[in-house]
């Protein structure tokens, strides 16, 4: 379908950007889904398969975080410009709102001091007592505090554990029967990721630290999943919110994702999500990444999206090398896409 995206993906497994990868490309009814390289290296390499499961890291905001903060805007529970305060008053900041966190425009100080020494509950606490900066809705600034903070305002709310939330109202009733959190062994199925100092390495366990210590009460992070299962999700989105005979999501909630949702709606953030443009035409496309080699791109309008799988933190983590490749693979992808649209 994407042959040129194709080759170059290949081009750098070969060259040992990321040892393997799984991705596929969805054009209306079609799919195609790919396979290569290995999905480990260390101790003994192990072949990749379509139906391994992957840490997709801050997939986890989109897939879950931030799907359940729309049902419950449409369920007429929240709304965007409300304070995290009020509806979490453990929270003790009152300026910063849900448009905010949702849209990374907080300005919020995420230092904690010996953060790795933290348990679950002594992190929660931290969390709770941040506080923004100056620049409060001013600046577009990445950070995991925000789907953090709101999956403790998901506790709040359902009286439940975060992951438990994810599980009943997104992956079972969305069909992705592979998803899970907090993996049990054995982990055959479990692609692994990095490395760690004393050399362990992660396997069935999640990357990112802050997921890894809160457990079931991450926000932020934490989903195992199959290229399978992203792409009923992402399938999901493109028939503008319904699954099967299912409305999962308004047609308008899904829509109103296409516009800039910062303050000053010049941030190029929705909800969620981070929001790319075709060059064929500059239509607005959904993006995001995950920190373990993941990505995915949705366009709506078009009804495609370019779902890819890796996992580039093993064994070592090269991230600043890595983002300029990524960039490369989704360049080609959105160029090929756009002379694909051209003939």
């Known amino acids: 379908m994407y042959p040129e995206t194709l080759r170059l993906i290949e081009e750098k497994r070969q060259a040992g950007v990321f040892p393997g990868a799984v991705f596929s ?14 999905s480990q290296v260390e101790p003994e390499e192990i072949l990749m398969h379509e139906d391994f499961l992957f840490d997709v890291a801050s997939l986890t905001k989109v897939v879950c975080t931030t799907t359940m903060l729309l049902k419950l805007k449409e369920a007429g529970q929240l709304f965007w410009d409300q304070s995290l305060h009020e509806i979490l008053p453990e929270f003790q900041d009152e300026s910063i709102t849900l448009r905010h966190l949702l849209t990374h425009t907080s300005d919020i100080k995420t230092y904690i001091p010996q953060r790795d020494q933290l348990n679950a509950e002594e992190l929660r606490a931290a969390y709770l007592t941040l506080q923004p900066g100056d620049q409060l ?38 069909g992705m029967t592979d998803s899970l959190f907090l993996p ?19 396997k069935g366990k999640t990357h990112d630290p802050k997921a890894r210590v809160l457990a079931a009460h991450a926000g932020n ?5 199959t290229v399978k299962d992203l792409s009923k999700f992402a ?24 516009d800039d949702q910062t303050p000053s709606g010049k941030g190029k953030r929705s909800i969620g999500w981070d929001l790319k443009f075709s060059p064929l035409d500059q ?53 090929e896409r756009a002379t694909r649209y051209q003939k």
């Open 25 to 38: 490309f969805i054009e209306d009814d079609r799919e195609e889904n790919h396979v290569l390289g290995n």
């Open 184 to 202: 049990q062994a054995p982990y055959d199925k479990i692609v692994p990721t990095q490395k760690l100092a004393d050399g362990t390495i992660l």
């Open 235 to 258: 399938k999901m989105y493109l028939n503008l919110g319904h699954i099967k005979d299912m409305i999962y999501l308004k047609e308008e909630t899904i829509r109103e994702l296409l």
């Open 137 to 174: 809705g001013k600046i577009v600034q990445y950070t995991d505090a925000g789907t953090i903070l709101l999956g403790f305002l998901l506790e709040k709310y359902y009286q439940k554990d975060t992951v438990a939330v994810f599980k009943e109202e997104v992956l079972q009733p969305l």
């Open 283 to 335: 239509s607005v496309l959904l993006f995001h990444t995950g920190y373990t080699g993941t990505f995915l791109v949705l366009d709506i309008i078009k009804q495609s999206a370019f779902i890819f799988l890796s996992n580039r933190v093993h064994p070592s983590d090269h991230r600043a090398s890595y983002v300029i490749q990524r960039d490369e693979i989704l360049a080609s992808y959105l160029q």
């Open 221 to 225: 992070a934490g989903l195992f999943t």
